[in-house]
């Protein structure tokens, strides 16, 4: 029936324009808890050299949120097997592991002579959708936010391991 194919179509387009819109439906939610605006305040935008304040749930202005997403979509589209992990670190099973790393690593970097915060945990080994390596505790370190970027760009690009 190629009506039906259409209409099953079209819900499945939109149940993705859906899935993506979530993060900020989400935090307006948030902001009007209650019934009451929660008063946030302004934070400057973190594109270099931009002055325009950030936008509530996002660290960058309107334009450089867009422009982010954007790439964010390029990115997505360029490599549709990442998709099939992507979800894996919105599972709770990850959240745990990546807590218990953060905890016992005292929230500190693990690049030697590296003295910032650290705010992510790091596959030593990619894993590349190999849940064992995914979920494995031993594989994972605690990474500050620059040193993790820089190892992930290291590895996308060198593809090698
Ligand atoms: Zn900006
Ligand atoms: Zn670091």
Same mark, same amino acid.
């Given at each position: 029936?190629? +009506?039906?194919?259409? /209409? !099953? ?19 307006? @939610? =948030?902001?009007? =808890? ?18 325009? =304040? ?13 422009? !982010? ?34 905890? /016992? ?11 910032? !915060? /650290? ?9 590349? @959708?190999?849940? +064992?390596? =995914? ?18 760009? !290291? ?7």
């Amino acid at each position: 029936m190629p +009506d039906k194919c259409g /209409a !099953r179509g079209l819900t499945g387009r939109d149940q993705v324009k859906r899935k993506s819109d979530k993060p900020f439906r989400k935090l307006r @939610g =948030f902001l009007h =808890f209650g019934g009451y605006m929660v008063h946030v305040p302004k934070r400057p935008c973190t594109a270099p050299g931009c002055r325009e =304040f950030s936008i509530p749930g996002s660290s960058k202005c309107e334009m450089h949120e867009v422009q !982010r997403r954007q790439q964010v979509e390029a990115r997505r589209a360029a490599d549709p097997e990442k998709a099939r992990y992507r979800r894996w670190y919105k599972l709770r099973i990850w959240y745990a592991r990546r807590h218990d790393c953060l905890k /016992a690593a005292l929230f500190r970097c693990a690049t030697p002579g590296c003295l910032e !915060r /650290a705010t992510d945990v790091d596959h030593i080994k990619p894993h590349r @959708g190999n849940w +064992d390596l =995914f979920v494995d505790r031993n594989n994972l370190q605690a990474l500050c936010k620059s040193c993790h970027s820089r190892k992930t760009v !290291r590895e996308d690009g060198g593809f090698g391991q």
